[in-house]
């Protein structure tokens, strides 16, 4: 059977519902969880307690996904946080089913507690426990220090994977590499367990804490309860038996009580602590220290790095416009002065064009100067006169360099060659426009061509071609610095470039922007910033028009290259920060020291108060605002040290759930509010024969080790402790915090108590403790559900929490009724409504107790259904007849019905003995017919 205890929101993304199971086979395979995960949890005791998420038992074959993970220990703080933090992200928006054994419900909400705090630790532990329902009990939150757990110095390794498993497989969700505690162990693959293991399931699991290098008692119940009680008792020993000498019943109740914090450890778990403690470091995100030496960096980098930006953007500014006006006057020169070779050419052209046609100078005279004019000027290799026809140009005169010729190796068929690949070009001459064009390829020597137009017998009908050498103006395109600087004609092709390269294939440049700027824009000179993806990178272009043949030089400079002194400069001005900012850091480490070792000192002072340890060693080492804060610091210590001390005092008094809610909020519990709740009375049956049989010390250790086992079933199942009277037990369910299922609640306690007093009862034999009548000693129980008054009662000096109203009254009065019909527990109609799914009950009777004057039908609470054997049930059924024939006045059925129902039981029952001493009276004396079944109880 498989019961919901418990719904929590979990991890702020789903919701964590916890199932209790009865451990029967039959109730797990009808659980299928389609809704969200499954966890089967489980746990066992080495030498500290440890859980895993393991397989179903049994080899029970569950298709729906649930998780796995291996046994790890709960004080595994680094662990803890991986597995929480790999349960936020594989259960997002999903429910997470947990199924644990009833005896692991405590270990269960302290394990889930702990993961939910390890997600996210800016939640109140105090809120986190009310949550889980783990008030008054044995917590496992993480020690709290400065709102974050406690970090000690960590080494990294590989953590095995939280699996999800199910009807695909096993899929791995996430490996995370994280840091963890030193000390903590390693949990590898190799713990992983086999899918056909079965649960191993520890009722009553050993102690954590080991006593004189050997084990407690494993046959002793109260030993294996909780070992947050057992570490309080003092090993004895007697008739060869290892036992414990209990304290007074104080002490044990105080250690009950108390609030299961940081801050109230026990003398040994302080002792064990003590050497972790010294070696606990101080660490916080961003340290005092840390945060001035980056203030201080961070105003030196902004600083020095706008110095640096400013400084650079105008030194750049400068180089830029100072390269802009170079570039263009550079331009400008070289135009110039090509202009000037060009049309000096044109010139000389003419000259030389004219002494070929002169019509009546002697021959010789003619050679004469054509041969002087080659002779001073020696680039001239070739001149044509041609005119134009329907094939194409033909040459009417021509003459060349002969003395040239020889020299280059160029035949007079290479010019003609070069007259004829560029006819197109060349006849535009014709058309009145001067021609300039590359004849470089076909020549061993870059040249250049013109072609113009001339005038013979007084009409511009023939064309003069001048091919030229190159080194007639080369000498103006050489490499100056970092521009480059060429040539292009109107067409865009290289005409002279440094590169000769350029110039003998007559590269077409037309693709550069600078290029195809200067053919398109009408400007004689022109400056522009480009991008050119071709050279790749950024540059700075300017041109000049020669003014002729739309002819232009051009001049180029990378701006990577025109700038590098400013990056230069740039990386300097770095270096020199970097040594500046070091210097500072070293300044401001040794400097900031002075100011953080005192912050330091009261960071760890505080820690110290954070775990309990209110005897602080720090003294005001400075006489500035930090001493004074050190001052103020210690007598807030002293302070707290005493408020501790009344807390722990309140706390072994007063149920820590009511210390809790009155430091929340004193005032609403001192009001009193009208509140449903269960009221919860137990008591001893004769108690005072058994005190009078026993010494005080065995007295007391009967008692406490009593008052201990319930009171533990009673704060499991969210009772709050409201007194004891003697060995009398008063609890309250929902108030002061609400409790769900409260009326089921009560109920599970009760049974678990009538449970947990029989195994008593056979330790006690087994061990021949105490006295006779102590072996058999049993308890009764009432329980009444309803409005009642809750709050602080009492005196403004002197007050106590509980409750009042007639609700609490007739739950005192059942449980003494308990002893009259016979039974451990008596209830009323509201309980049984809230549990007759889960427990077996039996109509006992309908009495009019004392000082009540409306009826009252009372139930006898017999246990869980799937604890109960079928003759209880069936007694029960019979007994329940019984009573109906009763209320008839069938009073000789009703005597055999109620005779069946002890048969059926198998032992003794007093219920049905009175009723058959009832029937037997009322057969002698009738009641009436107006007789309304009603039994008025006499006395409490």
Not at 562 to 575: G, H, I, M, T, W
Not at 827 to 838: A, L, N, V, Y
Not at 904 to 929: F, T, V
Request: net charge negative.
């Amino acid at each position: 059977m498989l019961e919901i205890s418990a719904e929590i929101p979990f991890l702020k993304t789903s919701k964590l519902v916890l199932l209790t199971w009865d451990e029967t086979m039959s109730s797990l395979e009808t659980w299928n969880g389609e809704q969200g995960i499954t966890i089967f949890f489980q746990t066992r005791r080495t030498k500290e307690l440890e859980f895993r998420f393991g397989p179903p038992p049994w080899g029970i074959r569950f298709e729906n996904h649930r998780f796995e993970y291996p046994f790890v220990s709960i004080h595994n703080i680094s662990a803890n946080k991986y597995l929480a933090k790999e349960l936020s992200v594989a259960s997002e928006g999903k429910n997470l089913y947990v199924i644990y054994p009833k005896s692991a419900e405590v270990e269960v909400r302290s394990v889930f507690a702990r993961i939910e705090y390890l997600y996210d630790d800016r939640i109140s532990p105090d809120r986190i426990t009310h949550r889980f329902g783990l008030t008054g009990k044995t917590s496992s939150i993480p020690e709290v220090v400065t709102g974050k757990t406690k970090d000690v110095e960590t080494r990294s390794f590989s953590y095995p994977p939280l699996e999800l498993v199910g009807a695909s497989g096993k899929t791995k969700v996430r490996v995370m590499e994280l840091a963890t505690v030193g000390s903590d162990k390693e949990v590898s693959h190799s713990d992983l367990p086999p899918t056909d293991n079965r649960i191993q399931i520890k009722e009553n699991p050993e102690q954590e804490t080991e006593t004189n290098g050997s084990d407690l008692d494993p046959n002793h119940p109260y030993d294996l309860i909780e070992s947050s009680f057992a570490s309080n008792e003092e090993e004895i020993h007697t008739n060869g038996h290892q036992t414990k000498e209990r304290k007074d019943s104080s002490d044990v109740v105080s250690k009950i009580d108390t609030i299961s914090d940081p801050q109230t450890k026990g003398p040994k778990e302080k002792q064990e602590e003590g050497s972790q403690e010294k070696e606990t470091s101080v660490n916080t995100k961003f340290s005092l220290q840390l945060k001035m030496m980056g203030v201080i960096s961070l105003l030196f980098v902004l600083s020095v790095a706008t110095i640096i930006i400013f400084a650079s953007f105008y030194f750049k500014q400068s180089i830029e416009l100072q390269l802009r006006d170079n570039n263009l006057r550079l331009t400008e020169i070289i135009g110039s002065k090509v202009s000037s070779d060009v049309l000096g050419v044109v010139e000389k052209g003419r000259q030389i064009a004219i002494t070929l046609t002169t019509q009546g100078l002697p021959e010789e005279d003619r050679k004469l100067l054509l041969k002087t004019f080659f002779k001073n000027d020696k680039e001239f290799i070739y001149l044509g006169i041609f005119e134009k026809r329907e094939n194409g140009l033909v040459m009417k005169r021509e003459i060349f360099n002969e003395e040239e010729l020889k020299k280059s190796a160029v035949t007079e068929e290479d010019f003609h060659a070069v007259v004829n690949r560029n006819q197109e070009e060349l006849t535009k001459a014709f058309n009145g426009q001067a021609v300039l064009l590359n004849s470089s390829p076909g020549f061993v020597e870059p040249s250049f061509a013109i072609a113009i137009p001339t005038a013979e017998n007084g009409e511009l009908d023939n064309a003069l071609i001048i091919i030229v050498k190159l080194e007639k103006i080369i000498g103006a395109f050489t490499k100056k610095g970092i521009e480059t600087t060429f040539m292009v004609n109107g067409s865009g092709t290289v005409i002279a470039h440094m590169n000769e390269e350029l110039v003998l294939a007559a590269t077409d440049l037309t693709s550069m922007p600078i290029v195809k700027t200067m053919l398109t824009n009408p400007n004689s000179k022109f400056q522009m910033s480009y991008l050119d993806e071709e050279l790749g990178g950024s540059y700075l272009g300017s041109f000049q028009k020669i003014g002729f043949a739309d002819a232009g030089v051009i001049t180029i400079v990378s701006e990577e290259k025109a700038f590098e002194d400013v990056y230069k400069s740039q990386r300097s001005n770095l270096y020199i920060a970097g040594i500046g900012l070091c210097s500072a850091l070293i300044f401001v480490f040794f400097f900031s020291k002075t100011i953080t070792k005192p912050v330091l000192q009261l960071l760890s002072a505080t820690l110290e108060i954070a775990k309990g340890n209110f005897k602080i060693g720090i003294k005001p080492t400075t006489q500035d605002e930090v001493g004074l804060l050190t001052k103020y610091f210690i007598d807030m210590g002293q302070g707290l040290e005493e408020r501790e001390k009344v807390k722990n005092i309140l706390g072994s008094m007063i149920d820590p759930v009511v210390v809790q809610e009155a430091m929340v909020d004193l005032a609403a519990l001192k009001r009193g509010s009208e509140t449903h709740i269960t009221a919860f009375f137990s008591d001893v049956a004769s108690f005072s024969t058994i005190s009078e049989q026993l010494k005080s010390a065995d007295l007391a250790s009967l008692l406490n080790e009593y008052l201990s086992a319930m009171t533990i079933l009673l704060k499991k199942h969210e009772g709050v402790l409201d007194k004891y009277i003697g060995d009398a037990i008063v609890g309250i369910f929902n108030a002061p915090v609400p409790v769900t299922d409260h009326e089921l609640k009560a109920a599970r306690a009760s049974v678990d108590m009538v449970m947990k007093l029989k195994e008593l009862r056979t330790y006690w034999t087994e061990n021949n403790l105490y006295s006779k009548e102590a072996q058999v000693m049993d308890a009764r129980i009432g329980l009444n559900s309803g409005p009642a008054k809750v709050g602080f009662m009492g005196t403004d000096a002197l007050a106590s929490y509980t409750m009042m109203g007639d609700t609490v009254n007739l739950a005192a009065r059942l449980e003494a009724a308990g002893k009259d019909y016979g039974v451990n527990i008596l209830i009323t109609d509201p309980i049984r409504e809230k549990i007759q799914e889960e427990m077996v009950t039996r109509y006992v009777d309908l009495v009019r107790v004392k000082g009540k004057n409306e009826p009252v039908r009372i139930h006898e609470l017999i246990g869980y259904r799937s604890m109960i054997s079928s003759d209880l049930i069936e007694a029960a059924g019979l007994y329940e007849s019984g009573f109906d024939e009763y209320l008839k006045q069938n009073w000789k059925k009703a005597i055999q019905l109620f005779q069946n129902s002890e048969k059926a039981k198998g032992a003794k029952d007093k219920s049905s003995r009175m009723l058959i001493e009832r029937c037997e009276e009322y057969s002698l004396n009738s009641p009436g017919k107006d007789w309304d079944g009603v039994f008025t109880r006499t006395h409490k």
